[in-house]
């Protein structure tokens, strides 16, 4: 049986990384950081990490679960308590949490939110 997969975010002023791992033994099974030069090198934000870059991070994240881990990807799903990673990063992140999420859904990946799911 597979396991349950928790999105991840860790967002500086400069930077932002997405990881999704497994919640018993947290094993990264895809990321995508702005700290990668494919990513970095291909958009023009300038120093500081804001809402257009976290989607674009979003929407590389998506691209590699669904080459890394196709059940995942197209059908599967992951697990992110939007409140508390706001709460826990700042309300200056709220947009950047938003727009990875965001990203996930519209390239197809399901994303459960607490209120959608026990």
Known sequence: MRG????R???SAKHMTANVVEWNDGTVVASASTVEHVI???FDWGRNCNAKTAACVGEVLAMRLKTEEPELGVGGGVHIDVEK?????????E???????NALRNRGVKVFLPQDHN
Do not use: H, P, Q, T
């Open 4 to 7: 349950r997969y928790v999105l």
């Open 95 to 101: 947009a950047k949490v938003w727009a990875v999420v």
């Open 40 to 42: 970095r090198d291909a």
């Open 85 to 93: 990673e706001i709460e826990k990063k700042g309300v200056d992140s």
């Open 9 to 11: 975010l860790y967002i």
